[in-house]
């Protein structure tokens, strides 16, 4: 399937954190050696990408990605039995894009960084899958997409 976030899929990132259930973004840095952060602002920017506020604009996130621009992350929640993974390049939202990362972040992530000194940073996605939970028959519901 082409890459479009539908709106069960969006509704999942976007309410990862109020699920207690934050993204883990994982980057790499200049020497190859991977870095796992929870991100408790990720959430979807459009169709094809997600966002999310970084507020320390010089800490190791962004200090990989500037080396590194390609990026995974990956949410899990028990309750329902959600996995979602997801791929792709991120880079620092400029202008009007790094106003709304922010305005969309939670207000608990907004209240961390109330200054607004932190980044926005917006992930084009390359990849999206996982498993949705099952049906009412008790098959489990996957997703894959793929941007082509």
Do not use: C
Not at 113 to 134: C, S, T
């Amino acid at each position: 399937m082409p890459l479009v976030l539908d709106d069960e899929v969006k509704r999942l990132i976007d309410t990862a954190l109020s699920e207690r259930t934050p993204m883990i973004v994982a980057s790499v840095d200049a020497e190859g050696r991977p870095r796992l952060t929870f991100r408790g602002s990720l959430q979807t920017f459009s169709d094809d990408q997600v966002g999310f506020w970084a507020r320390n604009r010089e800490g190791g996130t962004m200090t990989n990605i500037a080396s590194n621009p390609h990026v995974a992350m990956v949410m899990r929640n028990p309750d329902t039995r959600v996995i979602l993974q997801l791929s792709g390049r991120a880079r620092v939202a400029q202008g009007a894009d790094r106003d709304r990362v922010y305005a969309n972040a939670p207000e608990v992530e907004q209240r961390a960084d109330a200054e607004k000194k932190g980044a926005g940073v917006i992930v084009d996605l390359d990849r999206v899958e996982g498993l949705l939970g099952f049906d009412a028959d008790g098959k489990p519901r996957f997703v894959r997409l793929q941007r082509d």
